[in-house]
């Protein structure tokens, strides 16, 4: 079973993000892999673990995500490529494309990405990729069994969960839920520097193009506002409340 | 910082933070309450990453790493508990000797079952009667045909409760004074070897120290570590390796401390300003960042200087009596910036600070490293 897992990096969970000039500041600030990416990743490894074969990660993103390829190599993963984009001017679209070119010449009975990405939340590049190499895809799936050549996925939907069953090689999206990641072993990190970890740019791709989303502005949510507190009577309270409700938050 | 490390060395240190973070530190309160090491919690869990015993090398079963690296794993582990830290150190501090000394069967028989089963370890050199005088130590081993007739009774010794495998020092001549002590491997369930006494600890209570009595303990002459007489230099080899591994343990107390008493600052308010406005809450603040950066270079210096195969016995007795020193006060300050909650066991730094305390007396007294220190630059 060859497997080939999309990752991301992004900002660490609980990093504080700051924004200057409409964009996020990234320095200082501790990147990690993309959580959902990382219970795809864990997947992998345990299908690897179960049935053999190999795992390979793809990114796409400028030198500091070689980190984020590291750590997974250091989790386990067998090889890594780099779609090197540093400078370029990106959206999801081309990044889909590049990662589906990238990994378009290689033979690989599944995909598995996380359903999206932590940091722009677009959730776009897993179905693009699948959308782009003709495979089918089963997207949110906290639950999943490989056999007899086809994938049975279970996924979230609206008041409870569906299985669908879906012929390899195919595309799967991971939830939360799907799997707990391990840590990384120490003699992984010590093996994961003698590990493959390849590189190709854009160009060499043939992946070109002005991206079609332009990202105007990045904002900060507005700050929580402080609570109110009655400390009248409870009946005074209880009426005040009630007004609060209805007039302030309109809520009632 | 961070410049100066490779990419291994911070992965590994990462590697070391999120177990401390999650496997660790969450439970470590209640753990010191309990007054007893988790075997059961924790040995499976720190096996898979490989963190149960970091000193074991790969040709035994764990993993080649260097001495910064150790250090910086330390670092992590002892500011997720240093009682944890301690107890998991305890395998390395009674793996050093077998790697120093011992041979290969030796080694794969005693250190491969640490990483691979989560087996223990314990070095037992102390004596009621011998602490810091190392070489005055009255238990006796005698050699009857193929085995030595242990007899004597070890005390303060880390996992004595919890060990496997035994590194204990004995005098094969007592007439040589530290010339004629040696150093043998005794297991757990060998006849005569018992525990006694469980210490009630000031701090690091989740880790275990005991007693341990030998009494007519018969152990085969190829359990003996290095020749006869080679006792007391293999146990001053053992104490070089392991001093910059608790002096990065102290940088991990005092960071645990320092961050604690940093975010309470801000956010405490007297006079109606958080108390970091105040100039002589930011002169504590600012006299700790600058001691523990301090005491992670000098023992990271240590370490560079070991893993560059310079001598390093100078700086290894330096940063231990330094960064120990500064896990006190620092810790001491954490509790006075947090006032009386400091003091409360409602928050985790009057724990750090009892655990900092065993640091500047445990692996030689932080008086013997001065000692140490001032023979070195006296020479
Ligand atoms: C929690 C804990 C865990 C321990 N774990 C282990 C272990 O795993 N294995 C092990 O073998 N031991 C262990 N020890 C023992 C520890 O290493 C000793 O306690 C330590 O070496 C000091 O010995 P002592 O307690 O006998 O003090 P003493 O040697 O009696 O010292 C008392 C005081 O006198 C000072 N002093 C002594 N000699 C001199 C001198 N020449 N010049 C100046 N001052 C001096 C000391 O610095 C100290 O302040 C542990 C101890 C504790 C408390």
Same mark, same amino acid.
């Given at each position: 079973?060859?497997? /080939?897992?999309?990752?991301? #990096?992004?900002?660490d969970?609980?990093?504080?993000? !700051?924004?200057k000039?409409?964009?996020?500041?990234? @320095?200082g600030?501790t990147?990690?892999?993309n959580p959902?990416?990382?219970f795809?990743?864990?997947e992998?490894?345990?299908i690897k673990?179960k049935s053999?074969g190999?795992?390979?990660?793809?990114?796409?993103?400028?030198?500091?995500?070689?980190?984020a390829?590291r750590s997974a190599?250091?989790?386990?993963a067998?090889?890594?490529?780099?779609?090197e984009?540093? %400078? !370029?001017?990106?959206?999801?679209?081309?990044?889909?494309?590049?990662l589906?070119k990238?990994?378009?010449?290689?033979s690989y009975?599944l995909?598995?990405s996380?359903?999206?990405?932590i940091d722009?939340n677009?959730?776009q590049?897993?179905g693009?990729?699948?959308e782009?190499? %003709?495979l089918?895809?089963v997207n949110?799936?906290?639950q999943?069994?490989i056999?007899d050549?086809?994938a049975l996925a279970?996924?979230?939907?609206?008041?409870?969960?569906?299985?669908?069953e879906?012929?390899l090689?195919a595309?799967i999206?991971?939830?939360r839920?799907l799997?707990e990641?391990?840590?990384?072993?120490?003699?992984?990190?010590? #093996? !994961?520097?003698?590990?493959?970890?390849?590189?190709?740019?854009?160009s060499?791709?043939?992946?070109?193009?002005?991206?079609?989303?332009? /990202?105007?502005?990045v904002v900060?949510?507005?700050a929580?506002?402080a %609570?109110?507190?009655?400390? @009248?009577?409870v009946?005074?309270s209880?009426?005040?409340?009630? #007004?609060?409700l209805?007039?302030?938050a309109?809520?009632? | 910082m961070?410049l100066?490390?490779t990419?291994?060395?911070?992965a +590994?240190r990462?590697?070391a933070h999120d177990f401390?973070a999650?496997e660790?530190r969450?439970?470590?309160?209640?753990w =010191?309450?309990?007054?007893s090491f988790?075997?059961s919690e924790?040995?499976?869990?720190?096996?898979e990453v490989g963190?149960?015993?970091?000193?074991?090398?790969e040709?035994?079963?764990?993993t =080649?790493i260097?001495a910064?690296?150790t250090?910086?794993i330390?670092?992590e582990?002892?500011?997720?508990?240093?009682?944890?830290a301690t107890?998991i150190?305890?395998n390395s501090?009674g793996?050093?000797p077998?790697l120093? *000394?011992?041979?290969? $069967?030796?080694k794969e028989?005693?250190l491969?079952p640490q990483v691979e089963?989560?087996?223990?370890?314990?070095? *037992?050199?102390?004596e009621?009667?011998?602490?810091s005088?190392?070489?005055?130590?009255a238990t006796?081993?005698?050699?009857e045909g193929?085995?030595?007739?242990l007899?004597?009774?070890?005390c303060?010794?880390?996992?004595g409760d919890?060990a =496997?495998?035994y590194?204990?020092?004995?005098a094969?001549d007592r007439?040589q004074?530290?010339?004629?002590l040696?150093t043998?491997?005794?297991?757990?369930?060998?006849?005569?070897?018992?525990?006694?006494?469980k $210490?009630k600890?000031m701090g690091?209570?989740?880790s275990?120290?005991t007693?341990?009595?030998l009494? $007519?303990v018969?152990?085969?002459a190829?359990n003996? +570590?290095? *020749?006869?007489g080679?006792g007391f230099k293999l146990a001053?080899?053992? +104490?070089?390796?392991?001093?910059?591994?608790?002096? *990065?343990m102290?940088v991990?107390v005092?960071r645990? &401390?320092y961050?604690t008493a940093?975010?309470?600052a801000? $956010?405490?308010v007297?006079?109606?300003k958080?108390i970091a406005?105040f100039?002589a809450i930011?002169t504590i603040? &600012?006299?700790m960042?600058?001691?523990?950066?301090t005491a992670? +270079?000098?023992?990271?210096?240590?370490?560079m200087?070991k893993d560059q195969?310079?001598p390093?016995?100078?700086e290894s007795?330096m940063?231990?009596?330094?960064a120990? =020193?500064v896990?006190?006060?620092?810790t001491t300050d954490?509790v006075?910036?947090?006032?009386?909650?400091?003091y409360?066991r409602?928050?985790?730094v009057e724990?750090?600070?009892r655990?900092?305390k065993?640091?500047?007396?445990y692996e030689?007294?932080?008086?013997?490293?001065?000692?140490?220190?001032?023979?070195q630059?006296?020479?």
């Amino acid at each position: 079973m060859n497997i /080939v897992v999309l990752i991301k #990096q992004t900002f660490d969970t609980e990093a504080k993000i !700051a924004i200057k000039e409409g964009k996020i500041v990234a @320095d200082g600030v501790t990147q990690i892999i993309n959580p959902y990416d990382e219970f795809a990743l864990e997947e992998a490894l345990r299908i690897k673990e179960k049935s053999g074969g190999d795992v390979l990660v793809v990114s796409a993103g400028g030198e500091k995500v070689k980190e984020a390829l590291r750590s997974a190599l250091a989790m386990g993963a067998d090889r890594a490529l780099l779609v090197e984009t540093e %400078g !370029a001017a990106v959206d999801e679209g081309i990044v889909a494309s590049a990662l589906a070119k990238a990994i378009s010449g290689l033979s690989y009975n599944l995909v598995l990405s996380g359903w999206k990405a932590i940091d722009d939340n677009s959730a776009q590049v897993g179905g693009r990729v699948a959308e782009t190499l %003709g495979l089918p895809q089963v997207n949110v799936v906290t639950q999943l069994t490989i056999e007899d050549g086809k994938a049975l996925a279970v996924r979230e939907v609206e008041g409870g969960t569906e299985t669908v069953e879906v012929p390899l090689p195919a595309l799967i999206t991971a939830q939360r839920g799907l799997n707990e990641p391990r840590y990384p072993n120490m003699r992984g990190i010590m #093996q !994961a520097k003698k590990k493959e970890l390849k590189v190709v740019t854009l160009s060499e791709l043939g992946v070109s193009g002005a991206p079609q989303v332009a /990202v105007k502005n990045v904002v900060l949510p507005p700050a929580k506002q402080a %609570g109110k507190l009655f400390r @009248d009577d409870v009946a005074t309270s209880v009426a005040q409340l009630v #007004q609060a409700l209805r007039n302030e938050a309109k809520v009632i | 910082m961070n410049l100066l490390l490779t990419e291994e060395q911070l992965a +590994l240190r990462d590697l070391a933070h999120d177990f401390a973070a999650h496997e660790i530190r969450p439970y470590a309160p209640d753990w =010191d309450e309990k007054e007893s090491f988790p075997r059961s919690e924790l040995a499976q869990k720190a096996v898979e990453v490989g963190l149960w015993n970091i000193a074991v090398p790969e040709a035994h079963g764990g993993t =080649d790493i260097d001495a910064v690296s150790t250090c910086l794993i330390n670092e992590e582990l002892a500011w997720g508990c240093a009682g944890i830290a301690t107890s998991i150190g305890g395998n390395s501090l009674g793996s050093y000797p077998l790697l120093i *000394a011992g041979t290969d $069967e030796q080694k794969e028989r005693f250190l491969r079952p640490q990483v691979e089963a989560g087996a223990m370890a314990a070095f *037992a050199l102390t004596e009621p009667n011998a602490g810091s005088d190392v070489a005055s130590l009255a238990t006796t081993a005698h050699r009857e045909g193929d085995e030595y007739v242990l007899q004597g009774r070890k005390c303060f010794i880390t996992n004595g409760d919890l060990a =496997d495998v035994y590194v204990v020092f004995a005098a094969t001549d007592r007439s040589q004074g530290a010339k004629g002590l040696s150093t043998f491997v005794v297991e757990r369930g060998t006849a005569g070897l018992s525990t006694g006494k469980k $210490e009630k600890k000031m701090g690091i209570r989740a880790s275990n120290t005991t007693e341990v009595i030998l009494e $007519e303990v018969r152990v085969p002459a190829a359990n003996r +570590l290095g *020749a006869e007489g080679d006792g007391f230099k293999l146990a001053m080899k053992t +104490l070089d390796i392991s001093r910059p591994s608790v002096a *990065a343990m102290a940088v991990g107390v005092a960071r645990a &401390a320092y961050e604690t008493a940093l975010h309470y600052a801000k $956010e405490r308010v007297q006079f109606g300003k958080p108390i970091a406005s105040f100039q002589a809450i930011q002169t504590i603040l &600012a006299d700790m960042a600058m001691a523990i950066e301090t005491a992670r +270079l000098l023992t990271l210096k240590a370490a560079m200087l070991k893993d560059q195969g310079l001598p390093y016995t100078l700086e290894s007795a330096m940063c231990k009596a330094y960064a120990t =020193d500064v896990a006190m006060k620092v810790t001491t300050d954490a509790v006075q910036v947090l006032g009386g909650y400091g003091y409360s066991r409602e928050y985790p730094v009057e724990k750090w600070m009892r655990d900092a305390k065993i640091l500047q007396i445990y692996e030689g007294t932080n008086q013997i490293q001065r000692l140490v220190i001032a023979n070195q630059i006296l020479r």
